[in-house]
């Protein structure tokens, strides 16, 4: 199957600091592909770059073609939507208005059925609706960063990090959302602290380090290789 | 100071502070979406306003070419910024907002000079003549440095307010201009009358807050400039273009700014310079609400208007003096109040 995402020999700098330095991955169609790696790896500096929030040498391919001079505000309307590490929410606006905002791409009729569809899957948020989102808590506001993506019916869904300080419970409930959208057809790439359960999820793993892919391959032989045992899963050493 | 003086003065300053709340607000909207403190919003103040005596005159204000030239400027620097990507498609649509628009704007004005259908219409048509000139300019002036910093688009900003006004020189010419009333009834009301003028002003003043009100309220449009205004990045990543947002709100600025200036100009002389001081009576509310708060700006705008019709009536030549003084206790209580932070969240 060829690649939804493709990212292929891409570097990022901080000024003349390189944070990302040539790294190549792919998503196919209807995959969960998880990046892993320690604090300051480069991780969330290479989601961002693939939304095209910044500047990037190499290229970034999605469905076939090469949108490295599409702005991340287009990216949106071809289907490549991010979950920042920072939610970047409206927090002076409404739950309810941060979800329809997410849908600001894909036309009124549909925003309105897929607003259903996002309650139905995030039960908090519709009891939440009318509450500003600055004041929710931690998981829910994790849970609105989530919604509002889903607003704008990704067909590549990029996650930073989405069980940062989330209750172990809750951790369980994104995990299985994740495997639940994929079951819809949604690609994932996912950035996660949490490597056991990101493994766990993931068809494949890469593995970050100091702005580089270390290893890379399916992500059952990856949760059981000793070198990421050790590093990342807590285990040996 | 007798009473009847006293309320003439209150209303004079209501009257004023209305118009100052308009521009006040004007000024936070573009600031909280696109970070430019916006100094040229006088310019469409005198733009409004003497466009409005010309077509009351029965002549073609400058302004209906002005805009063609703002349009095909704006049109030149689209063109050259997406060279790598020009369409047919793409260059059609921008010819006909930025070159068929105001040339359709153009024919109309000359249509309704000739056919002379009053007031109403002229309003109508100042609107539409001045609003395009916002968008056009921020695609000019401000879009091309959108991500720069507040100071270097302050600079830019006083730049472009110089040009404007050099521009005004050019198309209206140094002679001041002052419309018919809008009314011409006067209702008393105790002691004094309050002027047809007046209750005009007052009623559109009211009118365009509640439609402002409304517009960020209840429209997805709105409801988009606001995201920007509270989060660049999350409007971005939702997929609001900011430069879409930074047009809208140059949009409305320019509108506030004409129907400002259609407001004041039967009641004072209107010069190609004049809207510079009447703007920055609403940049000193908005500097009291922040460059955040409406309802503030907006309160501030009344309270400014009333101290400088007070001042004027006791010290007159102090009154621009004395109306700036206000600022220095507001800053000084804000910078108390709220410990500065450059925290963007
Ligand atoms: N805006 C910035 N300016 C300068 N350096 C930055 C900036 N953002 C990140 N960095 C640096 O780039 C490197 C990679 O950061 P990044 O946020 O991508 O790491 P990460 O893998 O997401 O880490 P974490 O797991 O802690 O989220 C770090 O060394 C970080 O200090
Ligand atoms: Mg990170």
């Known amino acids: 199957m060829s690649a939804l995402l493709a990212v292929e020999h891409l570097s990022v700098a901080y000024g003349r600091v390189e944070a990302v330095s040539d790294v190549s991955l792919s ?18 500096t290479l989601l961002n770059a693939a939304m095209g929030l910044l500047p990037a040498r190499g290229r970034v391919v ?44 894909t036309g009124r009729s549909l925003a309105a059925e897929t607003l259903a569809e996002v309650f139905a899957r995030f039960p908090r948020l519709r009891e939440r609706r009318a509450q500003l989102a600055g004041t929710l808590s931690g998981g829910e506001r994790q849970m609105l960063a989530m919604g509002r993506a889903l607003m704008s019916r990704p067909r590549l869904l990029m996650l930073d990090e989405p069980s940062l300080g989330l209750a172990p419970k809750v951790v369980a409930d994104i995990f299985a959302i994740i495997r639940d959208l994929r079951a819809t057809g949604v690609a994932i790439l996912l950035v996660e602290q949490n490597a056991r359960a990101a493994l766990n999820a993931a068809d494949r793993a890469y593995v970050m380090e100091l702005g580089r892919i270390g290893l890379e391959g399916p992500a059952s032989e990856l949760a059981s290789d000793p070198r990421i045992a050790e590093s990342y899963l807590g285990l040996g050493g | 100071m007798d009473s009847t003086i006293l309320l003439f003065l209150l209303q004079d300053g209501l009257t004023n502070g209305a118009i100052y709340a308009l521009l006040g607000l004007a000024l936070v909207l573009v600031f909280a979406v696109t970070r430019v403190i916006f100094v040229p919003q006088g310019e469409f103040v005198a733009y409004g ?22 349009g095909a400027a704006a049109f030149a620097m689209e063109l050259v910024s997406r060279r790598r990507e020009l369409a047919a498609r793409l260059v059609a649509r921008e010819a006909a907002f930025k070159l068929g628009l105001p040339l359709a704007i153009l024919f109309l004005a000359k249509a309704v000079v000739a056919a ?147 407001l004041i100009v039967p009641m004072t002389t209107l010069y190609y310079d004049t809207g510079f001081l009447v703007g920055l009576k609403g940049f000193v509310a908005a500097i009291i609400g922040g460059l955040v708060s409406y309802p503030l700006t907006a309160a501030a ?38 410990p500065h932070s450059d925290e963007e969240e």
Not at chain 2, 49 to 70: D, I, Q, R, S, W
């Open chain 1, 62 to 105: 999605f469905d076939g073609s090469d949108i490295g001079s599409v702005e991340a505000e287009d990216r949106v309307a071809l289907g490549l939507c991010l979950v920042a590490e920072k939610r970047e929410l409206f927090g002076a606006m409404t739950v309810e208005d941060n979800l329809i905002l997410g849908a600001f791409r």
């Open chain 2, 116 to 262: 002379q259908p009053g007031a109403v219409v002229n309003l109508v048509l100042t609107i539409a003549i001045v609003a395009p000139i916002g968008p056009y300019l921020y695609r000019v002036a401000f879009q091309p440095i959108a991500d720069a910093s507040v100071l270097v688009l302050l600079i830019t900003a006083v730049g472009v307010h110089l040009a404007m006004t050099g521009i005004g020189l050019v198309f209206f010419g140094a002679e001041g201009l002052r419309a018919p009333p809008i009314s011409s009834a006067v209702l008393p009301v105790g002691p004094i009358v309050v002027t047809g003028q007046n209750l005009g002003i007052y009623a559109i003043t009211a009118a365009l807050i509640v439609a402002l009100y409304l517009f960020f309220g209840r429209t997805i449009t709105g409801k988009a400039l606001r995201a920007t205004a509270i989060n660049r990045i999350g409007a971005r990543l939702v997929g609001i273009r900011l430069a879409l947002s930074g047009r809208i709100a140059f949009t409305l600025a320019a509108v506030i700014g004409a129907v400002s200036g259609v």
């Open chain 2, 301 to 338: 705008a009344l309270l400014v208007g009333v101290v400088e019709a007070f001042a004027s009536f006791h010290a007159s030549d102090w009154k621009e003096v004395i109306v700036f003084t206000l600022l220095l206790p507001v800053l000084l209580i804000r910078s108390w109040t709220d």
């Open chain 1, 27 to 44: 998503v196919a169609p209807g995959e969960i592909v998880t990046v892993i790696g320690a604090n300051g790896a480069g991780k969330s």
């Open chain 2, 49 to 70: 306003g003497l466009t409005f005596a010309l077509l009351e005159a029965g002549k073609l204000p400058g302004t209906a070419y002005m805009v063609v030239a703002f």
